[in-house]
């Protein structure tokens, strides 16, 4: 077992306190979910039950992590709250899909990316932006190894936090902080030779500064266990959320499952579609910029409740490049002959004048100052200054995180934060 800065602190600190005991979980008055009814990960377009670890709630991993509840689940993993029986402290539990069931750059690239992060210099504030991975282990399965990650716990993703938020939108000093962390994560990971490439809300999440979340958490899963489907083989336990914590820790970012390296340009596809930049689609050789202009995008998501782009073909309904570039074109205009010049897949969408000729129309003209309207006045002109920094079409004319950083609006909104 690979143990990680906190790891080898945490081994170290037995002989301050004793370990924790074991705790039960034994209730038996828990729904009985039927087994002809799918359930969380059940539900997911290509599920194999083969393919996940059978995790139980109460049994211990690595011979310390013992598992409290199931907190959340998705297509390459299932995660868990945990006690860290060494530790004496609560932590989040990623168990993947079996090893040979991933290729085999997806089995180790996250874990291998948040090496890379550790070993960046202790002292920048970014480091503090960006989750930490406390530990990595194996399990075996029945049908094969799997990779563990051990993370400190998180309250919620901005996308859930949004979510339980009536305006759906957040506040602008709550923005402010959180594109602020964002960029310095951002910083950081550039220093760590990292792109991220998947920039969203959902992978921007809050700390917790409430150890009290998780022990109610732990007592509700002994006095009201989760409801569940008992199989032959495993059991398929039902999410259970945290409570909202009377302290929010600062946002960190998270999920660098589908990071780059930085020692080179890239030409493959990568970002979900409607953050998809400008070099990204033409097959521009990219590099750090793409997560800018990803952070650009994200703005209007989580302040206005709507996509910058939404890339919807007419003809189609469905995602295109052709359309997403099309609205791109009515926001800042046709992209400069420069960066037309370096793009592989310029004939696909522009004609050799450097005109779009895609087969789709161009939508009106539209500008950024009809798109907010959570600020005002000679704030809104210096939060649209700061957005206009980031969605360039040429990279090169970006700024970047530590220049985004020095930004009046950004530093106006976060003095106090």
């Not at 939108?169 to 950081?188: F, G, M, N, S």
């Not at 087969?359 to 939060?383: A, H, N, Y």
Request: with cysteine; net charge negative; proline share 6%.
């Amino acid at each position: 077992m690979a143990l990680s800065m906190f790891g080898r602190w945490a081994t170290k600190a037995i002989g301050i306190g004793q370990p924790w005991a074991l705790r039960t979980f034994s209730n038996p008055h828990f729904e009985r979910i039927p087994t002809g009814q799918l359930l969380e990960e059940e539900t997911l377009r290509d599920y194999l039950a083969t393919r996940y670890y059978p995790v139980r709630i109460g049994e211990v991993l690595a011979s310390r992590y013992q598992v409290v509840g199931k907190v959340g689940f998705g297509a390459t993993s299932t995660v868990w709250l945990a006690r860290d029986l060494i530790g004496r402290r609560h932590i989040a539990l990623k168990v993947f899909i079996s090893s040979s069931s991933l290729h085999r750059d997806e089995q180790s690239r996250e874990l291998t990316a948040y090496q890379r992060l550790e070993r960046g210099p202790v002292s920048h504030p970014g480091r503090q932006a960006i989750r930490t991975l406390l530990d990595s282990f194996i399990v075996a399965g029945p049908d094969g190894e799997h990779q563990c990650l051990v993370h400190p716990p998180l309250f919620d993703s901005v996308y859930g936090f949004l979510a339980r938020n009536p305006i759906g939108r957040l506040p602008t000093p709550v923005l402010a902080v959180v594109l602020r962390q964002v960029l310095r994560a951002l910083e950081y990971a550039r220093l760590c030779e990292i792109i991220h490439t998947d920039i969203s809300a959902a992978n921007v999440m809050f700390g917790i500064d409430d150890p009290s979340v998780f022990e109610k958490f732990e007592q509700a899963e002994i006095e009201t266990p989760t409801a569940r489907k008992e199989l032959e083989d495993r059991i398929i336990y039902s999410s259970r959320s945290l409570e909202t914590p009377h302290r929010l820790g600062l946002p960190v970012l998270s999920d660098f499952g589908a990071y780059m390296s930085g020692k080179e340009l890239h030409t493959s596809d990568v970002q979900p579609d409607i953050y998809r930049s400008p070099e990204v689609i033409l097959q521009v050789p990219w590099s750090y910029e793409i997560d800018i202009w990803n952070v650009g995008c994200m703005i209007l998501d989580i302040f206005e409740d709507r996509h910058l782009f939404y890339g919807t073909d007419p003809e189609h309904g469905v995602y295109r490049s052709r359309a997403h570039l099309a609205e791109m074109i009515a926001l800042l205009g046709p992209p400069p002959p420069t960066l037309l010049e370096r793009a592989s897949a310029r004939a696909k969408f522009f004609n050799g004048q450097g005109v779009f000729n895609a087969g789709i129309e161009v939508p009106p003209r539209f500008t950024l100052d009809q798109l907010v309207t959570g600020v005002e006045g000679s704030d809104k002109e210096l939060f649209l200054r700061f957005m206009g920094k980031m969605l360039q079409w040429d990279p090169k004319d970006r700024h970047t995180a530590q220049q985004l950083l020095e930004d009046e609006w950004l530093r106006k909104h976060t003095a106090d934060a």
